[in-house]
Structures are given as structure tokens and as C-alpha cells.
């Protein structure tokens, strides 16, 4: 679990769609307080261990509001961890130009280090299996591994278990990475992690 104090607005940049309306900004705002405060509590506690009076003691919203928007804080976690995804698939979006595996997974790199505050909590807290889940649905990582499609038939190993094991241990060498702040640049790590697919 991270130990490291955190300030109220470093976890991620959070931004809202233009033209949103007045209200919705409102209920934006109050789930983006509500987030903010919980990843400030797992820096120091398990989410097991925190309870949503606290959570919306921190957050400066009352448990009315929190109960309008959630039943509990798994759900605040589910909804961070879904729109932080939501995010990366939007930044390879923006960067589509790149040609190449190796430069797909230099801009997915960069995107974590420029969020490695929100990455460490997440990591640190143990919610890999939800993490390795989001990752199997990004188009990109799907494509990557559908590339070794003849491989995979070659050596007769069932797609679920090679896809497993791939992601498995990219999240592996990224975590690695990402906690012990290994000095390894994007680029080298993007050429490793794009030798053992």
C-alpha cells in the first residue's frame, strides 16, 4: 500500500465533455470529489477498511449525495479505475499516427508515467485482476496479441491462457516499473515488452 501523502488534485487530470450542462457538472463534480477523496484514503488504507462516512467526510459531500450516486465505495473504485481506461483509449486515439508495436506501447508508457500517482494507489492496493480485466478490453492490446494468432495455433496454446499470460506479464514488468521506479526509458521497455508477445 502507498504511503506517500497526496495532494487533492494529483491523482489524474479530471476534465468534462464540452457543452455539459449546469447539473451535470454539478454530479461530475461531486463524483470527481468523492474519487479524489478516496484515492487520497488508499494511500494510507485498504479500501476494505475505509467506510463512506469517511470517505464523505473527506470528500466534503453528505452521505445522501454519495448513496444518490453509489451503493458503496467498490462502486466509486469501479467507475475511477473504468474512467481512467476510458482515458488511456482516448489518449491512443489522439496518437494514432504511431506506425509501429513498439511506438503503440511507447504512448501507452507515457500515459502512465504522466498518471503514475493514480497507477501507484491502484497497484499498490492490490486490484490487479481488475486491472489486467480493462486491459484485455482495449482494442489495442487485442490487436497486438491477435498478431500472433499463427503462433498461437503453431504451438497449440488456447487464446484465453496466451492472452493471459501475456497481459499478465506486461502488467508484471509495468508494475515493476511503475512501484520500484525502475530507470528503464519508454522506449527500451516498450522493445522488451513487445519481445515477449
Known amino acids: 500500500m502507498a504511503t506517500s501523502k497526496q495532494s487533492n488534485n494529483n ?5 468534462e465533455e464540452p457543452g455539459t450542462k449546469k447539473e ?33 467526510k473527506l470528500a466534503k459531500i453528505n ?18 479505475i473504468t474512467d481512467f481506461f476510458t482515458r488511456i483509449k482516448y489518449f491512443f486515439t489522439k496518437n494514432i499516427h504511431a506506425e509501429n508495436t513498439t ?25 490487479h485482476d481488475v ?3 480493462k486491459l484485455y478490453e482495449l482494442d489495442f492490446v487485442t490487436s497486438l496479441l491477435n498478431k500472433n494468432l499463427q ?3 503453431s504451438i497449440y496454446v488456447k487464446e484465453d491462457y496466451y492472452t493471459g499470460f501475456i497481459i499478465s506479464g506486461w502488467y508484471a514488468v509495468i508494475r515493476k516499473r511503475i512501484i520500484e521506479r525502475c530507470d528503464l526509458d519508454e522506449n527500451t521497455l516498450a522493445r522488451l515488452l513487445t519481445s515477449i508477445y
Open 24 to 56: 451535470n457538472r454539478k454530479i461530475t463534480q461531486t463524483k470527481q470529489s468523492l474519487a479524489i477523496a478516496l484515492l487520497q484514503l488508499l494511500t494510507t488504507k485498504d479500501i476494505n477498511s475505509i467506510d463512506v462516512s469517511e470517505l464523505c
Open 131 to 133: 486491472i489486467i480485466n
Open 63 to 80: 452521505r445522501t449525495t454519495f448513496y444518490k450516486h453509489y451503493s458503496n465505495i467498490n462502486d466509486v473504485l469501479d467507475e475511477l
Open 103 to 127: 511506438a503503440k506501447v511507447v504512448i501507452l508508457l507515457q500515459f502512465l508515467k504522466k498518471n503514475r500517482t493514480f497507477i501507484e494507489v491502484v497497484m499498490n492496493n492490490n486490484f
Open 11 to 15: 491523482f489524474f487530470d479530471f476534465y
Open 151 to 153: 503462433y498461437r495455433k
